[in-house]
């Protein structure tokens, strides 16, 4: 059984870029057929899909967010990385890594989820 984990600071400053990987074990990331997101949830708020990588290495964003993601891999170590850029106090949120074969995924009813990781955006 494929499971997720997500890992990476906490706590960014404004201004600052987020970085965060998802060590993926049980699973291949290039396993064809599969797509690797990044979601988040807000405070309060309901889940954000914020992008993708395809098992072929193609990458999927957002049009509210593709200008500051970036999403890659590393089939070496089966990882894969979020990197959100000039994130503010709005980009607080538990962020998810998740596995489906469907691109986007707008519920934890879809698909294999890591448990997720708190991102506070602070000074």
């Known amino acids: 059984q494929v499971q997720l984990q997500e890992s990476g600071p906490g706590l960014v400053k404004p201004s600052q870029t987020l970085s965060l990987t998802c060590t993926v074990s049980?699973?291949?990331?290039?396993?064809?057929?599969?797509?690797w997101s990044w979601i988040r949830q807000p405070p309060g708020k309901g889940l954000e899909w914020m992008g993708a990588?395809?098992?072929?290495?193609?990458?999927y964003y957002s049009p509210s967010l593709k200008s500051r993601t970036s999403i890659s891999r590393d089939t070496s170590k089966n990882q894969f990385t979020l990197q959100l850029s000039s994130v503010t106090p709005e980009d607080t949120a538990v962020y998810y890594c998740v596995r489906d074969r469907v691109l986007i995924v707008t519920t934890q009813a879809q698909g294999s989820w890591g448990q997720g990781t708190q991102v506070t955006v602070s000074s």
């Open positions: 990588i395809a098992w072929s290495g193609s990458t």
């Open positions: 049980g699973g291949s990331i290039a396993t064809n057929g599969y797509f």
